[in-house]
C-alpha cells in the first residue's frame, strides 16, 4: 500500500520561505516515477484548494494563481520525494498541505484521473 | 481556469433519504469529473471517478451522472456514517481544481 508522508510545515512570519516535502513509499510493482503528484492545501474549517501538480517525468507543471510566481513544485523520482518551494508566504496561505498521487485509469482511448492517495497533511501557519 | 460551482453549500437530511448535489463547471470538461468525500478529520476520499464510474469499495448507493457542464452526485438511501463533506473535481486540464464543497449533516 502506497503510503506519502509530507514534512516541513510550521510557523513562519509573512514574507518568508518554507519547502515542504512528500515521501512516497510502499510501491510494490509500479514506481514513484509513474505518477503525476499534486499539493493541495486545505485553511482550517475551509474547503479544499488545489495548490501546485508536477507530471511523473517533470515536464508538465501547474499551479493555482494564488500561488504562481511564488510557489515552485519539483520530484526527485531516485528519491520517491516530492517538494514544494514556497517563497513570500502570506497569512492566506495558512493551510494543512496535503501531497497527492494522481491515478490514471483508461478504457479503450479515454483516460481518467483522480487522487488516489493522500498524506495526512503538514500545517503551515503564517503569521508574524 | 475551469471553475466548478456547487450547490448546495449544505444539506440536512435523514436516514433513508435521497440526497442530491450538483457541481457546474464554468466550460464543458466532458466527463473529467471526480467526486470525494470528506470527513473531519480525514482526507479526502474518491467516490465517484469519470462522472459515473463507482470506485472500488465504494457502496453502490452512491451514483453520479452528467457530462458536458453539468454533473449530479446522488445519494440513495442516505446512511448516518455518510455525512461529511462532498467535493467535486475537474480533471479536464492539468489544473485538476476543486468545487466549494456541499457540507451534508445527518
New interface residues.
Given amino acids: 500500500e502506497v503510503n506519502l508522508v509530507e514534512s516541513g510545515g510550521g510557523l513562519v512570519q509573512p514574507g518568508r520561505s518554507l519547502r515542504l516535502s512528500c515521501a512516497a513509499s510502499g510501491f510494490t510493482f509500479d514506481s514513484f516515477g509513474d505518477y503525476a503528484m499534486h499539493w493541495v492545501r486545505q485553511a482550517p474549517g475551509k474547503g479544499l484548494e488545489w495548490v501546485s501538480g508536477i507530471s511523473w517525468d517533470s515536464n508538465d507543471i501547474g499551479y493555482a494563481d494564488s500561488v504562481k510566481g511564488r510557489f515552485t513544485v519539483s520530484r526527485d523520482n531516485a528519491k520517491n520525494s516530492l517538494y514544494l518551494q514556497m517563497n513570500s508566504l502570506r497569512t492566506e496561505d495558512t493551510a494543512f498541505y496535503y501531497c497527492a498521487k494522481d491515478v490514471e485509469h483508461c478504457s479503450g482511448v479515454v483516460c481518467s484521473n483522480w487522487f488516489d492517495t493522500w498524506g495526512q497533511g503538514t500545517l503551515v501557519t503564517v503569521s508574524s | ?1 475551469i471553475q466548478l460551482t456547487q450547490s448546495p453549500s449544505s444539506l440536512s437530511a435523514s436516514v433513508g433519504d435521497s440526497v442530491t448535489i450538483s457541481c457546474r463547471a464554468s466550460q464543458s470538461i466532458a ?2 469529473l ?1 467526486w ?1 468525500q ?1 470527513k473531519p478529520g480525514k ?2 476520499k ?1 467516490l465517484i ?2 462522472a459515473s ?1 463507482l ?1 472500488s469499495g465504494v457502496p453502490s448507493r452512491f451514483s453520479g451522472s452528467g457530462s458536458g457542464t453539468d454533473f449530479t452526485l446522488t445519494i440513495n438511501n442516505l446512511q448516518p456514517e455518510d455525512f461529511g ?1 462532498y ?1 467535486c ?1 475537474q ?1 479536464f ?9 456541499t457540507k451534508v449533516e445527518i
Avoid at chain 2, 93 to 101: A, T
Fill in positions: 481556469d466527463t473529467y471526480n470525494y470528506q482526507v479526502p474518491v471517478y469519470a464510474s470506485q463533506t467535493y473535481q480533471t486540464s492539468f489544473r485538476p481544481l476543486f468545487g466549494g464543497g
